[in-house]
């Protein structure tokens, strides 16, 4: 089944401790869909500027995501700049420059407004909201944020945690919304405010489900070789999402594949900048990983 | 087969934002040793001052715990105490009178010292040395310690790390001894040291375990009850050893059983203050909470 996610197309620039890259092809709604594509045909729902290398756009096709709605705004594309220290687990913005995502007004084709799975990938949630109420009858929702979007537009999102199945908050984020350290106290609270799945990245540490009556926990798969963690929790959530739409019902066992997908999907993307991993990823590649992480994180 | 466990019996003065005790038993062998007996026989090798109230002594011999070489001195038994703030997963330790501890010199019965399986629960390592070399043809030695003698007693750590099997040790101690961030790293750096396998507790986010042909990873129980940690590192060790300790032979699928019932253990001794709930704790209410783990965490 195919899957319309909705979020940013940026160009990164990101300095680690192991090198730098300037102005990469990036955003919540690429890196999403790198990583779903493994999976499921995927729409891509973004704008960028008429800066925005061609390049990119031949990349995007070639990876058979599809573009019917990629709209080419005037302006320039939406740029973020960060940095990792040491420890590689949080990033320090040093320049976001909105620019044609300021006025961006999603509009999706009548085949993409009957799509059965949508995923709010990051980004203003005005703008998730339009794209959510476009829908005819999606099957599953789902939602990323980020903290900005928690601390400036805390009532959009909540009045749209109402109307999705499935939240996907990373630690510091869940903590911040709920008001509870405690994760599991965190997710529950979450679940309260509407959608019945909560999902918390925990980043290194893995990722933890919780829905009324089912939890489910995994670690991280384990890499020694964190290059660049940008773009980790969109990945992830591609693989969740991906693996789901695949998946003929979603029950606990669908999830938790699901779940261990997108921990996969997620480790090869912080092995190299950008998509310099995730782009070259094949489905066997995947699944090997998967079997490996199956062998060594399960008793 | 039996376990002799070296390390402290202490009494611990814990606060928490859920409440306060005074000078509960505690210690990293107590700890430790609540945990072990579950599967096995234990050996107590501590030492405690002539302050310390017998009611704690037959609480130790109730349970089961051998405590043959638990010594007696003039003088003050050790104390530790401390305080956890709202997240639960740092204590600030407040004041430490080590008392007794200044002249411990363990002496082990001649029976305790052909036991097979020797747990080194955090202490100075001199005295870690000592039990060491007094025990005949140990089949597992493992090792706990602490940042306080990674920084103080280097030098006789890593003489030790030398001779002993196992290395258990918590996330910061690993990078602290190793100097490297990232965990695979640092337990690769660990097991060049001499132990041929490492395992890295992560608190809240669970275990890791390295050797040279095998990596396991798995989360920590997730509970929603924190009310103090202060142990859960010992009594994991001790699920952890007393799984080992009653396997037949030690092998990939029994390290990965006995990783799970350590983080189970030390699940239910986050739950209650100091031993209030490993104490009553059968080995029914293990097992029960083992098979919801294995449900909730293996996909």
Do not use: E, G, N
């Given at each position: 089944m195919s899957i319309a996610v909705v979020g940013t197309v940026a160009l990164d620039t990101v300095k680690t401790p192991l090198g730098k890259r300037v102005q990469m092809l990036g955003g919540s709604a690429v890196h999403f869909a790198m990583a779903a594509r493994l999976f499921t045909r995927v729409n891509l729902v973004a704008v960028v500027g008429n800066?925005?290398?061609?390049r990119h756009i031949a990349f995007l096709q070639r990876k058979g995501?599809?573009?019917?709605?990629l709209l080419i705004d005037d302006g320039k594309t939406f740029q973020w700049s960060g940095e990792y220290k040491d420890d590689l687990n949080t990033a320090i913005t040093l320049r976001t420059e909105l620019g044609v995502l300021l006025q961006f007004r999603p509009l999706l084709s009548e085949a993409e407004r009957r799509l059965k799975y949508l995923f709010l990938a990051n980004i203003d949630p005005d703008i998730q909201r339009r794209v959510l109420e476009s829908m005819?009858?999606?099957r599953l929702i789902a939602l990323d944020s980020m903290n900005y979007w928690i601390r400036h537009k805390k009532k959009s999102l909540l009045k749209l945690l109402e109307k999705v199945d499935m939240y996907v908050a990373n630690d510091q984020e869940a903590r911040l919304l709920s008001g509870e350290y405690n994760l599991i106290k965190a997710a529950r609270a979450l679940e309260r405010f509407g959608p019945a799945t909560v999902l918390i990245k925990k980043g290194e540490h893995g990722v933890l489900l919780y829905s009324k009556k089912f939890i489910f926990s995994i670690p991280a798969y384990?890499?020694?070789?964190?290059v660049d963690p940008t773009g980790a929790g969109d990945t992830f959530a591609g693989g969740f999402m991906g693996s789901l739409a695949q998946s003929k019902t979603i029950n606990n066992s669908a999830l938790k594949r699901a779940i261990a997908c997108g921990a996969v999907a997620a480790s090869f993307n912080v092995e190299a900048f950008g998509l310099e991993k995730t782009a070259r990823l094949t489905r066997l590649d995947l699944r090997r990983r998967l079997a490996y992480f199956r062998q060594i994180a399960t008793f």
């Open positions: 800066d925005f290398p061609s995501i599809k573009l019917t709605s005819y009858a999606p384990p890499t020694d070789r964190v």
